[in-house]
């Protein structure tokens, strides 16, 4: 971005700046590149302002920074500048100012679960016949999406961002940052619901994308999402898809293999998918359906889509001493676990089936129901042990016990946890591992694979 282009808004004021325009934008000085912009944030441990000298040594070309910080720290005056009010409300007015100068399409992709790994699908099945840019890692919060917003490469046809929301009102703010001309949710389930409050605020806040979208944009709707498909006709335009029902782009299942990964028709070409579950195959169907109302030739589609692997944590297939572990550890919700249970179900072991499951959090007023309801789920499935971590599974692992799933445990700790498992497991198994971010249920697929690397 130039940053002659920042000098004509009256938000910010540009101090000994010699640089003509600045490569991406960082907010950790480890992550500093020569040619950044460094943004000092202050955060409830650390300020960034304490970190500018190192960005600027490290190759950073300017740093923004606060009005208050100048005043105190009068050194900053002799390093390159952006100085503005409020370093927060400055990396969202950035990239707003950027937002407005590029060309690029920008297609929003939100959802209680699915949304990363379907911004990816999306962007790497386009990227075969356009430029394509797209969010940071899951930057997608009102720090992270700025930052995405100003890595959109200025020559890209398309940039595929996404947006989270913990709140009511997140999304359109964001959507005041970058306004989209595609839109697409995902899902709609109890995630993230100890922000929103209850299931009709999670649906509110997830159609302020809809919303929020261009009036001459399109809106992609999930017909079987029912809470999706009540989304009410604005006038905008609006491309319907679904597994089930009549839509304007619609798969068919042809296939599940041995290990729950899914063959699907497309317009009569079949698709084979490298990631499991369901929640993939509506994944895929999602991007499907941007491919093909952005003129995506169908053998491209399928071609991509079948060399796409799922990001780390999000049903990685790991074949190991003829045991399978599936690592589906980055988050867990209840719609999330329920695909993963449907999962499992499908798989064919020749062994057993044993969910390794950490509690879902941020789940509020409906987090003991929610846990229930998951131990009421695997007691009716095929899934043969079910271990579990975290207090409040406790009532996952109740309630499974009540409906007679006698190989269901709690345990206090993962090491025993991780202990009985390999004590357990043999060839054959599938362990299917779970659990919300903040559980870092990863360190029990680390420890199983581990202990075979030091063999």
Do not use: W
Request: hydrophobic share 40%; glycine share 8%.
């Amino acid at each position: 971005m130039k940053f002659e282009h920042i000098a004509r808004d009256r938000r910010f004021t540009l101090h000994r700046i010699n640089a003509k325009e600045f490569t991406r934008l960082s907010i950790d000085t480890r992550d500093i590149n020569p040619g950044d912009l460094f943004c000092a944030l202050k955060g409830e441990k650390t300020d960034g302002h304490e970190f500018v000298d190192e960005a600027i040594n490290k190759g950073a070309v300017a740093a923004m920074v606060t009005e208050d910080a100048v005043r105190q720290k009068p050194a900053l005056k002799n390093l390159p500048l952006i100085i503005c009010s409020d370093t927060y409300q400055g990396l969202q007015d950035l990239a707003q100012v950027y937002a407005s100068r590029i060309q690029t399409k920008i297609i929003a992709v939100t959802g209680s679960a699915g949304k990363t790994s379907t911004r990816q699908l999306i962007a790497h099945v386009l990227s075969g016949t356009y430029s394509v840019s797209q969010s940071r890692r899951n930057f997608n919060n009102e720090i992270g999406l700025p930052i995405s917003v100003l890595d959109i490469h200025p020559e890209s046809d398309y940039a595929v961002i996404e947006m989270g929301a913990g709140h009511v009102g997140d999304i359109s703010k964001l959507c005041g940052i970058i306004r989209p001309d595609f839109s697409l949710i995902t899902s709609i389930s109890e995630a993230h619901i100890e922000g929103f409050g209850t299931l009709e605020n999670v649906q509110k806040g997830k159609f302020e994308l809809f919303d929020n979208t261009r009036e001459d944009g399109i809106l992609f709707i999930n017909l079987d999402d029912p809470l999706i498909a009540q989304y009410p006709d604005t006038g905008k335009k609006r491309i319907t898809y679904s597994m089930k029902r009549n839509a304007a782009v619609t798969l068919q299942i042809f296939d599940i293999d041995s290990l729950g990964r899914y063959i699907l028709d497309f317009l009569g070409t079949q698709i084979y998918l490298r990631s499991l579950g369901f929640g993939a195959a509506q994944n895929a169907l999602a991007a499907c359906a941007v491919a093909q109302t952005l003129d995506i030739p169908i053998a491209q589609i399928k071609q991509k889509l079948e060399e796409f692997e799922p990001p780390a944590g999000r049903g990685n297939i790991i074949n190991q001493d003829g045991i399978t572990l599936i690592n589906d550890t980055y988050n867990a919700n209840p719609l999330s676990v329920s695909l993963a249970i449907k999962t499992m179900h499908e798989m064919k072991p020749r062994g057993k089936r044993i969910f390794v499951l950490g509690d879902m959090l941020e789940m509020g007023d409906l987090s003991r129901l929610s846990h229930e309801n998951i131990g009421a789920q695997i007691a009716s499935s095929q899934i043969d042990y079910l271990f579990c971590y975290g207090p409040e599974t406790l009532q996952t692992i109740k309630t499974a016990r009540m409906l007679d799933m006698a190989n269901a445990i709690h345990f206090d700790t993962l090491e025993s946890l991780i202990n009985t498992l390999k004590t357990l497991q043999k060839e054959g198994d599938i362990i299917y591992v779970k659990g919300s971010r903040g559980m870092t249920m990863e360190r029990v697929v680390n420890h199983l694979t581990e202990r075979s690397d030091s063999s």
